[in-house]
C-alpha cells in the first residue's frame, strides 16, 4: 500500500494496481448512497466469515452476511481500477468478464481492501503529519572546556 491509498491485488489472473481518488470515492458513493465508512461497515463481517473459511450456510447462520449489495463490492473494484490507471471502458470490460460473470461474494475481501486502503492508507500515514527534518548533530563540547557559561 502506498502514501496514495494505492495497492495493488489479483484480479483476473493478473496482478492490478487500485487506487481510489476523490472522483472515484464521489462515483462509488453515487452508485452505493453510502460512503466508504459505511461501506466497510456492510462489508466487514462477512469479510470476516470469508477469512474464517465458513461456508455459505454457516455465514448464513451467524449472520454474518451483513446488509451489503452488490454494487457495495463491484463499484469501489470498477472505481479502484479506474484510480489505478486503467481506462473507464476497459475496466468496464474486465469487471464484466470476471465479477459480472461470477457475482459471488467471494470478491468482498478485495472490495474491501480496496476501500480501506483509500479511506486508512498505510499504517503509519497519520493525518496532518508531515514527513520530519533530520536532526542535526548535537554540539560537542571540548572535553577541555570549562563548563557552560550561565545563561
Request: contains cysteine; glycine residues 10%; aromatic residues 6%.
Amino acid at each position: 500500500m502506498s502514501r496514495h491509498g494505492e495497492i495493488t491485488l489479483a484480479f483476473g489472473a493478473e496482478e492490478r494496481l487500485f487506487r481510489l481518488g476523490l472522483s472515484q470515492i464521489r462515483a462509488i458513493e453515487e452508485r452505493c448512497d453510502a460512503g466508504i465508512p459505511e461501506l466497510l461497515v456492510r462489508l466487514e463481517p462477512l469479510v470476516r466469515g470469508i477469512q474464517a473459511n465458513l461456508t455459505f450456510r454457516q455465514l448464513l447462520q451467524g449472520r454474518m452476511l451483513g446488509a451489503w449489495r452488490i454494487d457495495d463490492v463491484r463499484e469501489p473494484l470498477l472505481q479502484g481500477l479506474i484510480g489505478g490507471g486503467m481506462g473507464s471502458t476497459e475496466a468496464g470490460v474486465l469487471i464484466r468478464a470476471v465479477f459480472d460473470e461470477r457475482i459471488s461474494f467471494s470478491f468482498a475481501p478485495l472490495a474491501y481492501l480496496v476501500l480501506e486502503a483509500a479511506w486508512h492508507g498505510p499504517p503509519d500515514d497519520l493525518p496532518g503529519e508531515t514527513p520530519a527534518a533530520p536532526k542535526k548533530p548535537a554540539r560537542r563540547r571540548s572535553p577541555k572546556a570549562g563548563p557552560a557559561s550561565p545563561t
